[in-house]
């Protein structure tokens, strides 16, 4: 019988066993001379019962694998099956969907965009055309204001006008015991000082003498109420006031020297030669004289007594 020793367990051929170190310790005589003495066995596994349990296992291993193998089949059959097929055709037709969604989304929003360029546009068109309306309304209001003012005017003047008729020539008004003739006409073109005083001469008088409060008062009111803030010629009128013979002494044409003088502030200054004087539409009476050269074109105020009533 072969026998070897490895960390005091003793192992045979047939059997395995494993004995106390003190035992070995002991004379062998010992150990044969007492049969009787049993041995302590501390794992005792017979060959046949080792192998059918690793039989067991053994097969117990292949069947799991067996069936995990046609389980991972099975699995992987029915991925491709959900692949290949129907999830394949769902994802498909949801994707689909979602396309037409978005697609119809950005239509919507191109549309939203031109309504919204097209409602800007016409919105712009409308602050314009208020903004035109604004200009034309502010327009009208001063030619309606235009208009009353003139009626005005007309109305205070129809009365001179009648007596005018019969104290004046045609044309002319009776104001203060005397006849007037304004060149408001657009028609008749504006002249200088020296020419508008031979119209006045042509037709029997001269440059007007304003030389009362009174009179000037209601020139100046006249005067004003027919201006037109629309018109780009003349306004303003020469009188009969000079300083030619003598530069700064103002002289009416009557030959008398003028006491009491309705300048605009500042006037006035003699600049490049200013010998004779006009009076301007003012809202302010007392502020509407001006010095100006006799050369200068403008409109003209004539004066001459009236004609007998007889």
Not at 87 to 106: F, G, H, N, P, R
Not at 156 to 185: D, Q
Not at 200 to 226: F, M, P, W
């Amino acid at each position: 019988m072969e026998e070897r020793e490895n960390s005091g367990v003793t192992f045979d051929g047939s059997y395995k066993r494993m004995i106390y170190q003190d035992d070995f310790s002991e004379d062998d005589q010992t150990l044969s001379s007492y049969p009787e003495k049993q041995q302590v066995s501390m794992l005792m596994v017979r060959p046949e019962s080792s192998l059918n349990h690793h039989q067991r296992l053994t097969a117990g291993l292949a069947v799991l694998a067996v069936v995990l193998l046609a389980v991972d089949v099975g699995l992987g059959v029915y991925y491709n099956k959900l692949t290949d097929g129907q999830m394949v055709t769902d994802i498909s037709s949801e994707v689909a969907k979602l396309q037409a969604s978005y697609d119809t989304i950005i239509q919507s929003r191109d549309e939203a965009k031109k309504q919204l360029a097209k409602e800007i546009s016409e919105q712009q068109m409308t602050k314009w055309e208020i903004a035109h309306q604004s200009t034309r309304t502010e327009y009208y209001e001063k030619m309606d204001d235009q208009i009353h003012i003139d009626i005005s005017a007309l109305r205070s003047h129809i009365p001179m006008l009648k007596e005018g008729c019969r104290h004046c020539l045609p044309g002319w008004t009776f104001m203060n015991s005397v006849c007037y003739y304004f060149a408001f006409s657009e028609d008749i073109l504006p002249r200088s000082w020296d020419d508008a005083r031979e119209f006045c001469k042509i037709q029997g008088g001269d440059l007007a003498v304003i030389n009362s409060r009174e009179n000037h008062l209601a020139i100046t009111r006249l005067i004003s109420g027919y201006k037109d803030p629309q018109s780009t010629g003349s306004t303003d009128f020469w009188i009969g006031l000079t300083d030619t013979e003598q530069e700064g002494t103002w002289k009416w044409l009557d030959g008398t020297r003028l006491t009491e003088g309705y300048w605009i502030d500042g006037e006035p200054n003699n600049q490049g030669n200013e010998d004779c004087v006009a009076t301007f539409p003012k809202s302010n009476p007392f502020q509407a004289w001006n010095d100006a050269p006799c050369s200068y074109h403008l409109k003209w105020i004539c004066q001459r007594p009236p004609r007998s009533t007889n």
